[in-house]
T-cell receptor
Framework: GENVEQHPSTLSVQEGDSAVIKCTYSDSASNYFPWYKQELGKGPQLIIDIRSNVGEKKDQRIAVTLNKTAKHFSLHITETQPEDSAVYFC????????????FGQGTILTVHP | NAGVTQTPKFQVLKTGQSMTLQCAQD?????MYWYRQDPGMGLRLIYYSASEGTTDKGEVPNGYNVSRLNKREFSLRLESAAPSQTSVYFC????????????FGPGTRLTVL
């Protein structure tokens, strides 16, 4: 089955700096790659996603890049703010009718004021 | 709309006790999922229901059963709880199409003593 590895497990940055989280996946048939943000005591919430026919996608301060040849994708957050502090999860999915996701282990991001 | 709701929010069980975690969604979604979240392991799929009337095993189904009561509700049952089932449980739902966003509930924190 699919295996998703996520790095780093923890990331500490100063406010205004950029943060990058990287994921690799094992199944070349995977074609959908969402990123979730989980705040303390809450469920994960989708922040951005990318499909395999796209190399990069941006949404304000957040961007995701995908390299299908190398089987890795990354989350980039620019101009970080304290409210970006949370746990971030990457995931991968093949094109199935129910959208089964395999998650990475998570990255705890801390943005210091 | 409430989105995805879960009850209870917290539960403490003794080894061998049984309980049912409840999940409901009001987004008219076809697919529903149960995940467990353990430190350093991301979210792992326990069971899913691609559509009303169907259920199937995920990555870690042992010790659990599910019921898709109707389109809105999807319950998870622990017949004989074990300490290894101490975890945070999340329910999610999606439209059911390929690469549809999964929306998560707030979670149930379960401790088995």
């Amino acid at each position: 089955g699919e295996n998703v590895e996520q790095h780093p497990s923890t990331l500490s940055v100063q406010e205004g700096d950029s943060a990058v989280i990287k994921c690799t996946y094992s199944d070349s048939a995977s074609n959908y790659f969402p990123w979730y943000k989980q705040e303390l005591g809450k469920g994960p919430q989708l922040i951005i996603d990318i499909r395999s026919n796209v190399g990069e996608k941006k949404d304000q301060r957040i961007a995701v890049t995908l390299n299908k040849t190398a089987k890795h994708f990354s989350l980039h957050i620019t101009e970080t703010q304290p409210e970006d502090s949370a746990v971030y999860f990457c995931a991968a999915s093949k094109g199935t009718s129910y959208g089964k996701l395999t998650f990475g282990q998570g990255t705890i991001l801390t943005v210091h004021p | 709309n409430a989105g995805v709701t879960q009850t209870p929010k917290f539960q403490v069980l003794k080894t061998g006790q049984s309980m049912t975690l409840q999940c409901a969604q009001d987004m008219n979604h076809n697919s529903m999922y149960w995940y467990r979240q353990d430190p350093g392991m991301g979210l792992r799929l326990i069971y899913y229901s691609a559509s009303e009337g169907t259920t199937d095993k995920g990555e870690v189904p042992n010790g659990y059963n599910v019921s898709r009561l109707n389109k809105r509700e999807f319950s998870l049952r622990l017949e004989s709880a074990a300490p290894s089932q101490t975890s945070v449980y999340f329910c999610a739902s999606s439209g059911g199409g390929v690469a549809d966003t999964q929306y998560f509930g707030p979670g149930t924190r379960l401790t088995v003593l």
